[in-house]
């Protein structure tokens, strides 16, 4: 835990009291702030309180004495509109901040010099953040890694001078950090999205270019109009700016990294190999990093092999865009698909077909994705993912040929059969595993964690 000392003796209204509500109330408490908290959910303040965090309804402060309302980045704070409790922190000219904003004052406070690598982006995000912390670890540095990914900020280990923080932001914690000061700030892509928390594409890609305005050291995907644009605001000093590209030719050797396949994967290679060399690594620890990451779980993870087959989970490809990266970046596809169909369904896959042997459709999407493969692939309805799993391993086994590829990309949400893609995808990892001669997952993986 971070206690946060830089919030002693001041009193503060803490709204919203999920998983990272709840730490930071526990941070803000543990450095000595008098704290409120509440939540629109009566269970939920329930809980918190017979866990000992101290509740009180806001409506009822007296908001001329509050310091600060720190906000849970899933409440909304502009748009659609302001949630009450930002209304009444406007009313007393109370600031408004979140977790990654106290991670900041407690880091200028301990460790101000001390590596804070901050990533964001519309896509790939997590992937990246996972792979910097990877190559640091395994080239020896003290690497705590969290935000938006997995643990909550205010969880890890306080700021020192020697450890790396390495922290996903998603755009509705940049928007309440306005000190956000990363020694290195990543930007991989923008693409339309949360507009409904942001108002316009516009003031998204506002909240997403001040990672990297306010960083010591900036990366910038140019594959889009958007970060094109925010790199060229940069540019005029050019020793803090470096940008990356996909598409303008640029290398990386990720021949011997198989969890890096496909361009998404090169973006985030890019920006993870070009944060590690601003932090003091060298090319031979950047590749060894690239070579031994076992892919973020349910995000192209290669879980299993079994001869020449290769099994992987992408539960997390929720949509056709998402399941078109995993699709083009095998050949020989024993394809497990479906679940609770989405718009648009799986026709955007239409040119990707020719790399499918056979589909296997599970869950309500399966009628609607049948008849769009109709005679240009071979399918099976399959029904449930246990069935699938044993289907496709023993098609692909029987492959003729090459490395076939056994391959979970749903295309569809998860909420007809499962409580969410990472139970989805727990669900593949271990039906694999429960097949006859298959070993232990590699090093790194589990079957029973998201």
């Not at 890019?270 to 003091?280: D, E, F, I």
């Amino acid at each position: 835990m971070i206690p946060v000392t830089t919030a002693k003796g001041t009193r503060i209204a803490l709204f919203g009291l999920g998983g990272s509500g709840l730490s930071t109330a526990r941070a803000l408490i543990t450095g000595g702030a008098e704290v409120t908290c509440w939540d629109d959910n009566p269970g939920t303040v329930e809980k918190a309180e017979a866990d000992g965090i101290p509740v009180g309804d806001l409506h009822a402060l007296d908001w001329a004495s509050v310091d600060s309302l720190v906000l849970a980045p899933g409440v909304p704070l502009t748009h659609p509109k302001p949630h009450w409790s930002v209304d009444l922190a406007h009313g007393s000219n109370t600031e408004v901040i979140g977790d990654v904003e106290l991670f900041c004052r407690e880091r200028r406070a301990l460790a101000p010099k001390s590596p804070f690598v901050a990533i964001t982006g519309t896509n790939g995000k997590s992937t990246t953040t996972a792979l910097i912390a990877h190559i640091l670890r395994e080239a020896g540095r003290d690497v705590q890694l969290g935000g938006n990914i997995g643990t909550p900020i205010l969880e890890l280990e306080p700021p020192a001078a020697h450890r790396h923080h390495v922290v996903e932001c998603s755009s509705y914690q940049i928007d309440l950090a306005p000190s956000l000061d990363p020694s290195i700030g990543i930007l991989l892509n923008l693409s339309p999205d949360h507009l409904d928390r942001h108002g316009t594409m516009e003031r998204y890609a506002a909240i997403k270019a001040r990672l990297l305005q306010a960083s010591d050291y900036a990366v910038c995907g140019i594959d889009d109009d958007w970060c094109r644009r925010i790199a060229i605001g940069l540019e005029d000093d050019q020793a803090r700016i470096e940008t990356i590209s996909v598409t303008d030719g640029a290398s990386l050797d990720l021949s011997d990294a198989p969890s890096l396949r496909g361009d998404h994967n090169l973006q985030n290679a890019l920006a993870a190999a070009a944060a590690c060399r601003a932090l003091g690594l060298d090319e031979n620890e950047i590749k060894a990093g690239l070579d031994s990451f076992p892919g973020l779980a349910h995000r192209m993870q290669i879980v299993a092999r079994r001869g020449n087959v290769s099994f992987v989970n992408d539960s997390k490809a929720t949509n056709a865009d998402a399941a078109a990266k995993s699709l083009s970046s095998f050949n020989g596809i024993h394809w497990i698909a479906g679940g609770l169909p989405k718009e648009g369904g799986i026709e955007p896959l239409r040119p990707l077909f020719g790399r499918i042997a056979k589909a296997y459709l599970i869950g309500d999407a399966a009628p609607q994705f049948a008849a769009t493969l109709g005679e240009a692939v071979p399918y099976e309805i399959s029904g449930t993912m246990d069935i699938a799993v044993a289907h496709a391993a023993a098609d692909a086994a029987d492959a003729p040929e090459g490395e076939p590829v056994v391959l979970l990309a749903p295309a569809a949400a998860s909420f007809d059969q499962f409580r969410n893609f990472e139970k989805r995808g727990e669900a593949f990892v271990n039906a694999v595993m429960a097949l006859k001669g298959m070993g232990t997952l590699p090093t790194g993986q589990t079957g029973d964690d998201a």
